[in-house]
C-alpha cells in the first residue's frame, strides 16, 4: 500500500508540473527564457563583429573611428 501511495504522489506532482509548464504561465516562462536567450546571441555576435572590425582595421593600417568625430 505504501508504495501504491508514493507512485501516487509521485504521478501527481508529475501532473501539476506538467499543467504549470502549459499553462500561461508556462509559456510567459519559456517565452521569456527564449527572449533572454536571442538577445545574449545577438550581444555576442555583435562583441565578435566589433573584434572583428577591430582585427582588420589594425590588419589594414585604418585608424578606427572617433566615437563623435566623423
Same mark, same amino acid.
Given at each position: 500500500? !505504501? ?17 504549470? @509548464?502549459? !499553462? /500561461?504561465? !508556462? %509559456? @510567459?516562462?519559456?517565452?521569456?527564457? %527564449?527572449?533572454?536567450? %536571442?538577445?545574449?546571441?545577438? &550581444?555576442?555576435? +555583435?562583441? !565578435?563583429?566589433?573584434? #572583428?572590425?577591430?582585427?582588420? +582595421?589594425?590588419? %589594414?593600417?585604418?585608424?578606427? /573611428? &572617433?566615437?563623435?568625430? #566623423?
Amino acid at each position: 500500500m !505504501g508504495i501504491g501511495v508514493a507512485i501516487g504522489v509521485i504521478a501527481f506532482r508529475k501532473v501539476t508540473e506538467a499543467q504549470a @509548464n502549459i !499553462g /500561461p504561465d !508556462g %509559456l @510567459n516562462r519559456a517565452v521569456g527564457r %527564449l527572449a533572454d536567450g %536571442l538577445f545574449d546571441f545577438a &550581444d555576442a555576435v +555583435r562583441a !565578435g563583429m566589433h573584434e #572583428r572590425e577591430a582585427d582588420l +582595421r589594425s590588419a %589594414l593600417g585604418i585608424d578606427a /573611428p &572617433d566615437s563623435g568625430k #566623423r
